[in-house]
């Protein structure tokens, strides 16, 4: 890892109260330098035994608490991991855009451009999350079939 990375990391644990660990160093390195969500058994496959299991949810389980990255289920319910904006907190994530899920490739990206409009909820009602899944073919492997 660069030394600018590794600051940057760092400052992201600092800001939200976290230690400085290899594990969690090494599980921000490789999120952010992804251009899709990432799932846990692809985080242990690139990894390796470098970091346990049962460390890595932790890790994971963590930093979607602290607002540092959003969880999005697929279209087969595997739970992968994007980093979030800047402007995410622990009680305030800002992850209302959606996500794209090809069904060629798998892999499942954030389009941050494209935002999930305001609801309007009944009265009694209080959103925590909201997640829309869009599934079709992403460019990448619509340029390989054509």
Request: glycine content about 4%; charged content about 20%; aromatic content about 6%.
């Amino acid at each position: 890892m660069e030394n600018i990375k590794i600051q940057k990391y760092e400052d992201l644990l600092l800001k939200n109260g976290l230690k400085r660990t290899g594990a969690r160093l090494q599980v921000l390195d490789v999120l952010s330098n992804r251009n899709s969500a990432t799932s846990q058994p692809y985080l242990e496959n690139i990894i390796g035994k470098a970091i346990d299991r049962v460390t890595l949810y932790r890790i994971l389980k963590t930093f979607e608490e602290k607002g540092i990255i959003h969880r999005i289920l697929d279209n087969q319910g595997t739970a992968n991991y994007a980093i979030c904006s800047n402007s995410c907190t622990a009680h305030n994530h800002h992850d209302e855009h959606v996500h794209f899920n090809c069904n060629n490739c798998l892999k499942v990206y954030c389009l941050a451009e494209t935002k999930i409009p305001p609801l309007k909820m009944p009265a009694g009602f209080e959103v925590y999350s909201m997640n829309l899944i869009v599934s079709g073919i992403c460019k990448d492997c619509k340029q390989h079939t054509n």
